[in-house]
């Protein structure tokens, strides 16, 4: 059996005393070592109480905080003993205890900074069709804005080496936590792997709205483009920008060609398009040079920190 005695396992729970002891059960037969905490975020029924006979560290919110706050809540707790690992899961049944010992192996034999159950790499039974599409083109999206190819931008199954925490603040404190870690690891240069797990149908009702929780997901995977990679965030809207202005312009012109009449109208939309989409390009160049300076010295300051330190 592996030894995990570094490592604490997370568990945020709002109501879930129908699948919180089996979780805590599950945990128990395959990281016997492992601390775990669960975040009670305003329950209002047995949860506390089922996981603290469970053998749980229970910290209790006194209202519901949120999902990401949950967890804040929960990696900073203080129980006195060294933790070099953190790791995450739902509290209700869906995500598969057992696969924290591959995580945990992965971030401590492969030196991997955060690893991550993918749930579209193994079986994944138990998330409606409209979620499946959403969380496949979230992960497309931070693909191809980080240029690492990843499948699960929102997996609630992780562990990650605490000494990156830091590195990991301003993060959102609803169930937007988890693609916007995904977002600023990948952007910031973190080793981050996947590996297959078994997605399952929950116990109870879900708390994940498709419309509002969808457009935080998107407004989080942005906001982590524009602070990391501006050139990119700025490109998107300028570069459509151009390229309608240059289609307008196309339009007059052939218009111009048939009619011998010239419409003034499109001529100065076409113009202001081109000129907005060009300083919409241009304003991105800029802050990007802005964040590669803030980035080299940020890197220096770290080199006299370890220095002095």
Do not use: W
Request: proline fraction near 4%; hydrophobic fraction near 40%; include cysteine.
């Amino acid at each position: 059996m592996e030894v995990m005695n570094d490592l604490r396992i997370v568990i945020p729970a709002m109501n879930e005393e129908s699948s919180i002891g089996s979780v805590l059960e599950r945990i128990k037969t395959s990281c016997p070592d492992a601390e775990k905490v669960v975040v009670d975020d305003g329950s209002t029924d047995k949860t506390a109480d089922i996981a603290r006979k469970s053998g749980a560290i229970v910290i209790r919110n006194p209202t519901n905080y949120g999902y990401g706050k949950a967890l804040k809540i929960g990696f900073a707790y203080d129980s006195g003993k060294r933790i070099n690992y953190l790791g995450f899961l739902d509290a209700d049944n869906t995500y598969p205890p057992e696969d924290i010992v591959k995580l945990y192996n992965l971030c401590k034999e492969k030196n991997v900074d955060i690893a991550v159950g993918s749930r579209f790499l193994g079986k994944n039974d138990g998330m409606p069709i409209i979620r499946k599409i959403g969380n496949r083109v979230f992960a497309n999206i931070v693909s191809v804005y980080t240029g690492k190819q990843i499948t699960d931008a929102g997996s609630g199954l992780r562990v990650f080496k605490s000494s990156i925490l830091p590195d990991l603040k301003n993060l959102p404190n609803q169930l937007n936590y988890t693609p916007g870690m995904t977002s600023k690891a990948l952007h910031t240069g973190m080793s981050y792997k996947e590996i297959p797990i078994d997605y399952h149908e929950r116990s109870g009702d879900s708390k994940l709205n498709a419309m509002s929780d969808g457009y935080r997901f998107l407004e989080v995977i942005m906001t982590s483009v524009r602070n990391h990679t501006p050139i990119s965030f700025f490109g998107t809207v300028g570069i459509p920008i151009i390229i309608v202005g240059i289609i307008l312009g196309a339009y007059g012109s052939i218009k111009f060609m048939q009619t011998q009449e010239f419409f003034i109208p499109t001529f100065i939309l076409t113009t202001l398009l081109i000129i907005t989409g060009i300083l919409i390009v241009i304003f991105g160049f800029f802050a990007d040079m802005i964040v590669d300076l803030r980035r080299v010295i940020e890197r220096m300051e770290k080199k006299i920190e370890n220095k002095n330190g």
